[in-house]
């Protein structure tokens, strides 16, 4: 037991996650904030549904805008704080990446150190790893913890008509998800293959510019930079065309589960309040996007593995 969750402990994606916990608790209070505001304005429907004259409704109208506005401008504040820890742990490490290059440059290290990789860490890894690894996990543990908070409340409405009814959308959503992951993940280790050659490729360029330029012979040079410069950007493409086809089919789902879910309230399957209608659909609104945002999310995360697993070769 101790030994299996030593090698846990050691992983280095738990590392890298542990490494970024105030970003998490900073983006994670943004989905609690949202739960507690949905609560309190659901709570102030109540109230509105009951009373008679409208004028008497002015006040929790009021209310809820205030709620609506508080709610936005913190978390925007708590996002952007999360964000803000992200890249200054990202900063940091591209100022070790240097430190250790400079220092193993002096005791003539060893091929593994060279420009190149040095390069390719500063220059690549490091931002797809902040990109498409930090910024997904923490957006992920988020949007994780409102939908489950989401569930709960529609529990409480519907029961588990509504969540039977939405299951078979979920299951095809995750299959297909895992899919696109695989697909992902073999394209971040691709990606930082080619990005290594193309630096070398822009080194010998640059080196060999001057000469070929007096020579006015230029060609040779331009197919030897395009046989590593052409595949590097077909891969970046097929990543964003990949990303976002995942997100299209997330955006379908949204649409067919919040559309299972209107069908539910308007065909009176399941009995509710006026008040626990207006409430269901705000959880809805908030909540679907949250739950497929994180498949998307997901997808992507594998993007930024092979990022991650190159710079824990770093020393500390």
Same mark, same amino acid.
Not at 4 to 25: A, C, D, P, Y
Not at 101 to 115: A, G, M, P, T
Not at 280 to 286: D, I
């Given at each position: 037991m101790i030994k299996?969750?030593? &090698?846990?402990?050691? $992983?280095?994606?738990?590392?890298?996650?542990?490494?970024?916990?105030? =970003? *998490? #608790?900073s983006y994670s209070f943004a989905s609690v904030l949202d739960l507690i505001t949905i609560l309190m304005i659901s709570s102030i429907f109540d109230r509105i549904s009951e009373i008679n004259i409208i004028s008497d409704a002015y006040f929790y109208i009021f209310l809820t805008i205030l709620l609506i506005i508080f709610r936005t401008a913190f978390v925007f504040l708590l996002r952007r704080?999360?964000?803000n820890i992200i890249f200054k742990k990202k900063f940091h490490k591209e100022?070790?990446?240097?430190?250790?290059?400079?220092?193993?440059?002096?005791?003539?290290?060893?091929?593994?150190?060279?420009?190149?990789?040095?390069k390719e860490k500063? &220059?690549?890894?490091? $931002?797809?790893?902040?990109?498409?690894?930090?910024?997904?996990?923490? =957006? *992920? #543990?988020s949007?994780?913890?409102f939908a489950t908070g989401g569930i709960i409340i529609l529990l409480r409405?519907?029961?588990l008509k509504l969540f039977l009814f939405n299951l078979p959308v979920f299951f095809i959503l995750i299959i297909f998800s895992k899919f696109v992951s695989r697909k992902l993940n073999t394209l971040g280790k691709s990606i930082l293959q080619y990005t290594e050659k193309r630096l070398n490729a822009i080194d010998n360029v640059s080196i060999l510019a001057i000469e070929l330029s007096a020579m006015a012979d230029s060609g040779n040079l331009v197919n030897y930079f395009e046989k590593v410069n052409q595949p590097f950007n077909k891969i970046l493409s097929k990543q964003i065309i990949t990303s976002n086809m995942m997100q299209i089919y997330t955006e379908s789902a949204s649409f067919i589960i919040i559309l299972i879910s209107l069908i539910t309230l308007i065909s009176g399957i399941s009995s509710t309040?006026?008040?626990n209608s207006a409430t269901?659909?705000?959880?809805?609104?908030?909540?679907?996007?949250s739950f497929t945002r994180s498949i998307s999310f997901i997808t992507q995360l594998q993007f930024g593995v092979p990022s991650v697993v190159r710079l824990s070769q770093m020393k500390k």
């Open positions: 299996t969750f030593s &090698v846990f402990k050691n $992983n280095i994606f738990v590392k890298r996650i542990l490494s970024i916990r105030n =970003s *998490i #608790i704080i999360s964000f100022k070790i990446i240097v430190e250790q290059y400079i220092e193993n440059k002096s005791k003539n290290s060893s091929d593994k150190n060279d420009l190149n990789l040095f500063l &220059v690549n890894s490091s $931002n797809l790893a902040a990109v498409n690894f930090d910024i997904p996990v923490a =957006s *992920i #543990i949007e994780l913890i409405i519907f029961g309040s006026l008040a269901s659909l705000a959880v809805l609104s908030r909540m679907v996007p």
